[in-house]
């Protein structure tokens, strides 16, 4: 009778998580297909199956069935589901999908086993199979650019006596160098740290000696990227086009090289000895076995169909007014897409586009930057276009530039500046989310210009500068 209950609570907990992990696993899925996301995280989900199926392969587990951890892993899991579904962000509910890894590998004894394998750090592992890049340089970004131009400028300054550093922007003989999003080092830190979480699924090491290594490793991925910020504006002072993508690719390789290098050579953590045998466990009375099942599942429907109350909601926000022409032409409104107008509409904000003969211009108006504003990338990538970023201008205010060749081979120029409604100006969408986040600038704007490459630079730069001026910038 006693197995009939475990095989029950089983099922039961098995049929509840599988509830809670399918929509988190379709959207991380979509994830890796959506060229926006930028996601390499089926290759870390690969890695893990191979790990897995060479531990079992290995041999038979030492000791017994460790039960009594997974229903703890169930309630987390579904705390934080709950806590996704409400707030409606995906990333937040997919979370809960790492704890689903660590009951598989517990389950399957894999940390007991000729090859043994940590659960705990396999669970983390996992986590780089989300898209953490585009986050981490949203949300910790500015900072990382920060860090970055500060050591970049302490190693050029022995070397260059003209060197001029302001915040994130470096000048070098007359060269104007910013250190921008994409130099803000968050890809190499990710990779880093997963190549430092990797190890430790094969070590097992302790615990505090593990986070030792992670924060050194850390920092060599802040240094490494440094020198990869002195070599690209060091190499543009002295004449050479160190943003030719070749020598540009070649050197954040070099980087990324020299840097891992010494994690490989010399992170040899003392492994921990493997677990002593257990008894199969469930941590739970007979009594308590059936109720407690039906209760997981009623509570996994539950979650599942949770309404979404998002609290990172746009106050309401008045449309910019944008003019009825510039230089003589007329403009011409563009309708948003159904997917943009349900977005907005459920996350507030607000967002035109018009279209001034030659240019198009955008303009997303929000309180929330973290919901509504990114850079040209996100959308581009995902409609198909191909894009390049192209660099940092200042004249008229701060704007980045990108290149993006349409699936037609249309190549059009896209520049985009931020803009907060107590006057702060950036290129950068990291600052303007760490300035949000921090307090400092609650409302934001986004003004993005759009142009064919083929149009004259003289053209494009007077529209540009007849559409900021209408808008008062």
């Known amino acids: 009778m006693e197995q009939t209950h475990d095989k029950f609570l089983w099922i039961g907990l098995t049929t509840a998580s599988v509830m809670l992990a399918f929509e988190p696993l379709r959207w991380l899925v979509t994830s890796w297909r959506d060229p926006s996301y930028q996601s390499y995280g089926a290759v870390y989900c690969i890695v893990l199956l191979g790990l897995t199926g060479l531990s079992v392969k290995s041999g038979p587990a030492r000791g017994t069935s460790v039960a009594g951890r997974v229903f703890i892993l169930f309630l987390v899991a579904a705390v934080i589901r709950l806590t996704g579904q409400f707030l409606a962000i995906n990333i937040l509910s997919s979370l809960a999908l790492s704890l689903d890894v660590f009951a598989i590998a517990a389950v399957l004894r894999l940390d007991s086993r000729k090859i043994a394998l940590s659960p705990g750090w396999m669970a983390i592992f996992f986590l780089f199979a989300l898209p953490l890049a585009p986050i981490l340089q949203r949300v910790a970004g500015f900072p990382l650019q920060m860090i970055s131009a500060e050591i970049a400028c302490q ?6 006596a003209d060197l001029i550093c302001e915040g994130v922007r470096l000048q070098l003989n007359g060269v104007d160098v910013m250190v921008d999003l994409p130099c803000s080092g968050a890809t190499g830190l990710l990779l880093l740290v997963s190549l430092w ?24 991925s802040i240094i490494g990227n440094a020198l990869r910020i002195s070599l690209l504006a060091g190499g543009l002072g002295l004449g050479v086009d160190t943003m030719e993508p070749m020598l540009h690719s070649a050197i954040g390789l070099f980087t990324l090289v020299f840097t891992a290098a010494p994690v490989l050579m010399f992170y040899r953590p003392k492994t921990r000895p493997l677990p002593q045998i257990r008894k199969p466990v469930t941590n739970l009375p007979k009594a308590l076995r059936v109720p407690v099942t039906v209760m997981a599942v009623l509570a996994a429907l539950a979650i599942v169909n949770a309404p979404k109350r998002p609290m990172d909601l746009s106050a309401p926000v008045a449309p910019a007014r944008l003019p009825m022409q510039l230089l003589g032409a007329r403009a011409n409104p563009i309708a948003l897409s159904p997917t943009e107008q349900q977005y907005f509409t459920a996350y507030g904000g607000h967002a035109q586009k018009v279209q ?9 108006r929000t309180t929330s930057p973290l919901r509504h504003l990114h850079s040209p990338e996100a959308c581009l990538l995902g409609m198909g276009f191909s894009v390049k970023f192209q660099g ?12 993006a060749t349409g699936p037609d081979g249309q190549i059009w120029t896209v520049a985009v500046s931020f803009v907060s409604a107590d006057g702060q100006q950036t290129a950068s969408v990291g600052e303007a989310v760490w300035s949000w986040l921090n307090g400092s600038s609650r409302s934001w704007q986004s003004i993005q210009r759009v142009t064919l490459k083929s149009l004259p630079e003289q053209d494009r730069v007077s529209f540009e500068n007849a559409a900021l001026a209408a808008l008062d910038l």
């Open 155 to 160: 190693m050029m300054s022995p070397v260059f």
């Open 197 to 220: 979480t990797f190890l430790n699924i094969i070590y097992r090491p302790y615990f505090m000696r593990a986070i030792l290594g992670g924060v050194i490793i850390v920092g060599l």
């Open 356 to 364: 001034y003969g030659p240019m198009g211009v955008n303009v997303v």
């Open 392 to 403: 940092t201008t200042y004249d008229p205010l701060p704007t980045s530039v990108y290149e």
